[in-house]
């Protein structure tokens, strides 16, 4: 009991000094960094051409191509040591003409309602899909309700997002089942159709799109998905207890065509003491193609860059290298964030940390990290740095999508956590545009990223 009495007296004297001496060496570059990202930020201007000049960047069109000229362009501008393409096949499929629906409830009676396609639905048949409509609220019950009961019908997921979790993605995450494996369950008993509830805390008029699967369903088996706006999935669901006879129509035109070659941009600032260790930051250059996919995820691509920019401005030259990575096909396939850590580990590169922006441009609140205790608890020692930038929030968890594939024993993967309670109104929806994102708060999340890469490269 003595012995691990002084252990902890020599721990926490440990880290108390430690701390001291980060806060006094490094307040003063940080403070830089903030007032370089306020006064004459980037992300803003960046993001403004990436949403409005190029729009909805969805894997595989013309708009991604764009996409990734543009931020080569730009990141060659910036003077790094290495700009480059990495090359990524990635699928391609195209919504169509706008998708219609209405609520049949008599011959004659109709409302329209709206939906857009889940992303990689089959089309409807042509001239659209019409039938009686199963309301359900989970994929288990598609099994105890059987064939008899679903067979011929439109199968309509109705679980809303958690509204009592302060953690929005958690929400997410307890209902984006049935959008995601909605339509291969319901095909599975002889349903025609799915309509599935937006993912979305907000009561209004936007569907939101996402990816979808069918698995391994025979191609002839797969049946058309779409999601419904909240307000509709209310007016549905309360009309149906009125009416259970009514039916739905809608109509799509998607379709699925063969993968074609897109590409990861690359920038990198050579280390000038271990340039074969690696720092990454980044965020995906995709997003789906109903809004200009601002949030999700041009604020994270611009926020990356900016990273760099920054790092540069205030003349701090970098221990390891740092490299920018701007992801490809993260929404509908994940193929860069595999493409890139299949690279390096086929070239033997040492990432010691990295860092994914694609929570939203919102204002920053902390990070979370995926990492042993030991740099944990040392990562944690620098919160007071970020005390004044009101960014509190350093706790272990997720770190992010593209990232993820890197995971390996002693790497450090981290994500910037902003506040998530309005991401979710403009995720994967024509909402996400870039009228909804403040400048302020997309340049406070540019600054503490920056802040947390200098760190890391500093101390570890």
């Not at 599935?196 to 996402?210: A, C, E, I, Q």
């Not at 999601?227 to 379709?255: D, E, M, R, V």
Request: glycine share 10%; aromatic share 10%.
């Amino acid at each position: 009991m003595k012995r691990l009495f002084f252990l902890t007296i020599i721990a926490f004297f440990s880290i108390h000094s430690y701390s001291q001496n980060v806060n006094k060496d490094d307040s003063l570059v940080i403070k830089k960094i903030y007032d370089a990202a306020l006064l004459e930020g980037k992300s803003y201007d960046w993001l403004d051409y990436l949403s409005n000049q190029i729009g909805g960047r969805l894997s595989g069109s013309l708009q991604a191509e764009k996409a990734v000229k543009y931020t080569e362009l730009e990141l060659k501008e910036l003077g790094l040591d290495k700009v480059w393409l990495q090359p990524v096949m990635v699928p391609k499929w195209t919504r169509g003409a706008k998708e219609y629906a209405y609520i049949e409830t008599a011959i004659g009676e109709t409302s329209t309602t709206n939906i857009c396609a889940l992303g990689g639905s089959v089309s409807t048949p042509e001239g659209g899909l019409k039938a009686q409509v199963i309301e359900v609220t989970s994929l288990d019950e598609i099994e105890k309700l059987g064939e008899e009961n679903i067979k011929g019908k439109i199968v309509f997921y109705n679980r809303p997002m958690q509204a009592d979790l302060i953690q929005t993605f958690k929400a997410y995450g307890g209902c984006v089942d049935q959008r995601y494996a909605g339509a291969m369950e319901a095909a599975k008993y002889g349903a025609v159709g799915v309509v599935v509830r937006s993912m979305n805390l907000r009561k209004d008029d936007f569907p939101h799109t996402g990816s979808m699967t069918y698995g391994d369903l025979a191609t002839h088996l797969r049946i058309p998905a779409c999601a419904i706006s909240t307000n509709g999935a209310n007016y549905l669901s309360s009309t149906l207890k009125l009416q259970p006879k009514l039916k739905f129509y809608f109509n799509q035109t998607c379709k699925t065509f063969p993968d074609v070659q897109s590409y990861n941009v690359i920038g990198e600032i050579t280390g000038t003491e271990n340039p074969n260790k690696f720092i990454v930051v980044g965020g995906h250059l995709d997003s789906w193609d109903i809004g200009d996919g601002s949030h999700d995820d041009g604020a994270g691509v611009v926020q990356s860059m900016e990273v760099l920019r920054l790092l540069k401005k205030v003349n701090y030259k970098p221990k390891n290298s740092i490299r920018v990575v701007l992801f490809m096909n993260e929404e509908n396939g994940l193929r860069g964030g595999k493409k890139y850590a299949l690279d390096a580990k086929n070239k033997n590169e040492d990432h010691i940390f990295a860092l994914e922006s694609d929570a939203g441009g919102f204002t920053p609140r902390g990070f979370s990290f995926d990492c042993d205790e030991a740099s944990f608890n040392k990562i944690v020692s620098w919160k007071p740095l970020f005390k004044q930038y009101l960014v509190h929030y350093f706790e272990k968890g997720g770190s992010g999508a593209d990232i993820g594939p890197l995971k390996k024993d002693g790497i450090i993967l981290s994500g910037l956590r902003p506040d998530s309670q309005r991401y979710f109104d403009y995720h994967h929806a024509a909402s996400d545009i870039f009228e909804a994102v403040n400048k302020r708060e997309l340049e406070l999340g540019g600054a503490a990223m920056t802040s947390l890469v200098y760190l890391i490269d500093t101390y570890f």
